[in-house]
């Protein structure tokens, strides 16, 4: 058996080779000669590039859950929210009297730094932890709760780029009734190149119901959405010029961070979180803080 990475990105800055293994079987078949076996042949896999993404898509394509008594299937079949993200990378203008391409901002046309975004919005982390702003309902100054459902701007994601490249600064959540269920389809975009972001949701599985490569189609690509045995992940990968579908139900009350999994996206602003209220139930509540918890 032999594996290796799978990147958009010039590789380097990773340990790319190879790794090799080999599987033994426990023996069943007593009749068999031990000779017969060592004359069976040993077939080695061609594996595909590095950064081959259709063939990333062929193969998480074919993956399926057990859907069986013992493991079943809780994926939404009807769904009361449906989001639509795009996730890429941008800029931000060099600040004033920041000399070009100096150590504070190099950017790829010299005139801005880099940035990452989801809907067009970089994330910034506030000084106060969203949580506890939510839960002591003191959120005034620190978060707002008018994340975008979509893009503001649509446009050819998988296609040309916009000339505009810049991105959004703030702080914001996209709020959820407990116990939604929900639809989410995160689109990659091709500003300043196409990557797969490995993005991870804190909180909650969900299920990974479709993807496919190019710009999704709402028209077409749901009737292609796998509601039977899907597989149930906390992080997908949104491919390089392509999207993914997933959907969960919001039954864990809080403030959830879903970002990119690329450290360097991620300090970019390529985050945003989720603030699922409380549910009617005392359990369906956001419990106190403990009361050894250590203050910022």
Not at 218 to 234: G, Q, T
Not at 286 to 293: E, G, N, R
Request: hydrophobic content about 40%; aromatic content about 10%.
């Amino acid at each position: 058996m032999l594996a290796r990475p799978y990147a958009t990105t010039r590789p380097g800055t990773f340990d790319n080779s190879t790794v090799a293994g080999v599987l033994e079987y426990e023996e069943h078949d007593l009749a068999s000669p031990t000779s017969d076996k060592n004359r069976l042949p040993t077939f080695t896999p061609t594996l595909p590039q590095i950064n081959d993404t259709t063939a990333v898509l062929n193969y998480t394509a074919k993956l399926r859950s057990l859907a069986s008594a013992a493991y079943p299937v809780a994926v939404p079949l009807i769904v009361d929210r449906e989001f639509f993200f795009t996730v890429g990378l941008g800029t931000h203008p060099c600040a004033a009297g920041v000399p070009i391409n100096g150590s504070t901002c190099q950017g790829p046309n010299g005139t801005a730094r880099f940035a990452a975004s989801i809907n067009n919005v970089s994330f910034v982390l506030p000084s106060t932890a969203l949580l506890q702003s939510h839960y002591t309902g003191m959120s005034g100054g620190v978060y707002a709760s008018n994340f975008p459902f979509a893009p503001a701007h649509p446009f050819n994601y998988a296609g040309t780029p916009p000339n505009n490249t810049n991105v959004m600064n703030g702080t914001r959540a996209l709020v959820l009734p407990f116990g939604a269920a929900m639809e989410l389809v995160m689109q990659d975009t091709s500003i300043l190149g196409a990557k797969s972001h490995p993005l991870h949701l804190h909180g909650f599985n969900f299920f990974i119901v479709g993807q496919g490569s190019g710009n999704y189609d709402p028209a077409s690509d749901p009737a292609r959405f796998n509601l039977v045995d899907p597989v149930e992940r906390n992080t997908v990968g949104v491919p390089a010029d392509g999207w993914v579908a997933i959907r969960f139900r919001a039954d864990n009350p809080g403030v959830w961070f879903m970002h990119c999994h690329l450290e360097v996206h991620m300090s970019w602003g390529l985050k945003m979180a989720w603030l699922v209220l409380d549910g009617s139930r005392p359990e369906q509540k956001l419990p106190p803080p403990p009361a050894d918890l250590p203050k910022c």
